[in-house]
C-alpha cells in the first residue's frame, strides 16, 4: 500500500508539472524538479514492480476507475445541489 500512494502522489506532482510547462511556464527549477521527480518515479517504480506479487493492471485501466468515480461524485453533488 506504501508503493501504491508513494507512486500516486509523485505521478500527480509529474502531471502538475507537465501542466505548468505545457502552459508556458518551463523555468529551469520547474524542469529540474520535474527531472528530479520522475527519477525518484522511476526508483520507486523500479522497487514496486520488483516486489509485486500479482499481475499488473494496465494503468490506463486504473486513471479510467478513478476518472469514472470522479465524474459520478461531482454528477451526484450536482444532482444534490440541484434540488
Known sequence: MLRLMRLRLIGTFLRMLDAEIAA?????????????????????????????????????KLAAVQLGAVLTAALHLAERTAR
Open 24 to 60: 508556458g511556464n518551463p523555468t529551469p527549477a520547474i524542469r529540474e524538479q520535474r527531472h528530479l521527480l520522475a527519477e525518484r518515479f522511476q526508483t520507486w517504480y523500479d522497487q514496486a514492480e520488483a516486489d509485486s506479487p500479482g499481475l499488473p493492471i494496465e494503468l490506463r
